[in-house]
């Protein structure tokens, strides 16, 4: 079943960003240079917290600045019809069940019969899994960078935008049923941080949210900075917002 609906001020949104000025895009990379150097600060293992907090603000900075880029979103349950279409024609078995949204939460899976155990449910095809192996043939551009070679869950973040910003993807009718919200300590507020004091948790998630910093900085520097296939293609529309 769905996810419940999370609070806005901590749940992420499906965007198509729009060009920045060159002025606006400068003032980024300059962020992006503080983040890479704060984020690889040796005494943030000491001073986690302060770390955090200088990171965050200008995390803040970043947001202000591609804000620009943002536009409104549709909701998912339009793209069910599309979805499903898309899957028949890939060869996806489904029968028995439908895509519905259910009150108070996203969508979810509905049954509509009984199944006994250990009845198919779904059977999907592999070729319609994404991956890096069945999707964005143009990360092959980025196949020495060492974030792609050593971090399987980047490579196939680098990969969903690339065919997101593509034109004509073949994986549009998925990608546009993915959530369009959802919760991690990445939307977590100051104040809500500091609720996970004295807790083990603390440190893990002060660590993610630096790791991602890092992460989104690395790229922007990267993307705008070469001028390789993905480059090219996500110089112009890759945001903070996107990438987390």
């Known amino acids: 079943m769905g996810r419940k609906k999370a609070h806005p001020s901590k749940c992420k949104q499906n965007t198509q960003p729009k060009k920045l000025s060159s002025t606006k895009k400068n003032e980024i ?3 992006c240079d ?13 001073q986690l917290w302060e770390n955090y907090l200088e990171i965050t603000a200008v995390l803040e900075k970043v947001k202000r600045l591609e804000d620009m880029k943002i536009s409104g979103t549709s909701k998912r349950s339009v793209a069910i019809e599309q979805f499903l279409k898309w899957l028949q024609e890939n060869g996806a078995n489904y029968e028995g069940t439908s895509i519905v949204e259910f009150p108070g939460y ?26 890096c192996e069945t999707a964005a043939p143009e990360l092959a551009a980025l196949q020495n960078d060492p974030l792609i070679q050593h971090m399987p869950q980047v490579a196939l973040a ?48 002060l660590k993610h949210c630096r790791n991602i910093a890092r992460q989104y900085s690395y790229f922007n520097q990267l993307f705008n ?20």
């Open 106 to 131: 996203e969508l979810g899976l509905k049954a509509g019969k009984n199944f006994s155990a250990n009845d198919l449910l779904l059977q999907i095809p592999g070729k319609i899994i994404f991956s």
């Open 225 to 244: 900075n070469n001028s390789n296939p993905v480059s090219e293609l996500l110089r112009e529309v890759f945001t903070y917002e996107e990438y987390w």
């Open 29 to 31: 990379l300059i962020q």
């Open 158 to 205: 680098i990969a969903l935008l690339i065919e997101r910003h593509k034109d004509n993807s073949k994986w549009k009718p998925y990608l546009n049923i993915l959530p369009s919200n959802y919760c991690t300590v990445l939307y977590m507020t100051t104040n809500d941080m500091i609720e996970l004091k004295g807790s083990p948790t603390l440190e893990v998630a």
């Open 34 to 46: 503080k983040l890479l150097r704060l984020c690889s600060d040796p005494e943030y293992s000491t």
